[in-house]
């Protein structure tokens, strides 16, 4: 029943910027994004409280990318700026029925959109 579609991923040069797109389906969630690059873990990129009002960014990120929703529109937004090469890995958006903190674990996923930065 809850679903989550991700979109906006693509081929960008360094530099450029990206907004990724998380539609979901179900209800309001706290909601985090994540990425993967090839042969690595997946990493905690942003996350966003159900109302919008508390924003959490991984220290890599922090002053480029930034966390967003519109729950009249059921979406979640990552606006990317000031690409890099490392940035380039899978994304996904995840839903959590629990408060936001270190650690906590996501329900829900999303398929993942591909993004590409090239040097």
């Known amino acids: 029943q809850v679903q989550l579609v991700e979109s906006g991923g693509g081929l960008v040069q360094a530099g450029g910027s990206l907004r990724l797109s998380c539609a979901v389906s179900g209800r309001t969630f706290n909601m985090g994004w994540f990425r993967q690059a090839p042969g690595k873990e997946r990493e905690f990129v942003a996350a966003i409280s159900w109302g919008g009002g508390s924003l959490y960014y991984a220290d890599f990120v922090k002053g480029r990318f930034a966390i967003s929703r519109d729950n009249a529109k059921n979406t979640v937004y990552l606006q990317m700026n000031s690409l890099k090469p490392e940035d380039t890995a899978v994304y996904y958006c995840?839903?959590?029925?629990?408060?936001?903190?270190?650690?906590?674990?996501?329900?829900?996923w999303g398929q993942g959109t591909q993004v590409t930065v090239s040097s």
């Open positions: 995840a839903a959590t029925t629990q408060r936001l903190r270190v650690g906590v674990p996501y329900d829900y």
